[in-house]
Nanobody, 116 residues
Framework: QVQLVESGGGLVQPGGSLRLSCAAS????????MSWYRQAPGKERELVAS????????NYADSVKGRFTISRDNAKNTVYLQMNNLKPEDTAVYSC?????????WGQGTQVPVSS
């Protein structure tokens, strides 16, 4: 059974930091590119960051460059999103995504409210 389970979300003040984790099971993790997406209330889902299967290449949305870092540990079947200097506009539900060829899986998401 394929599972992607996010954790690490929660209320944070502007300027604060959080690290999200996404634990994968039920598929060959090291074959899949992994991404983090987010969806803010009333807005479309957007790609935040992605990382290739071996972790050699990353990509970020312009809005998070220099503040967020995506990484993965293939030995632990886990992908991370380190979020620093959080802003109110980062408030969203963050979901992880796994993609390989025509196969794609999603986690259930974790909420990240950024507010004072």
């Amino acid at each position: 059974q394929v599972q992607l389970v996010e954790s690490g979300g929660g209320l944070v003040q502007p300027g604060g930091s959080l690290r999200l984790s996404c634990a994968a099971s039920g598929f060959t993790f090291n074959k899949y590119a992994m991404s983090w997406y987010r969806q803010a209330p009333g807005k479309e889902r957007e790609l935040v960051a992605s990382i290739t299967s071996a972790g050699g290449s990353t990509n970020y949305a312009d809005s998070v460059k220099g503040r967020f870092t995506i990484s993965r540990d293939n030995a632990k079947n886990t992908v991370y999103l380190q979020m620093n200097n959080l802003k109110p506009e980062d408030t969203a539900v963050y979901s992880c995504n796994a993609r390989w060829a025509f196969l794609e899986y999603w986690g259930q998401g974790t909420q990240v409210p950024v507010s004072s």
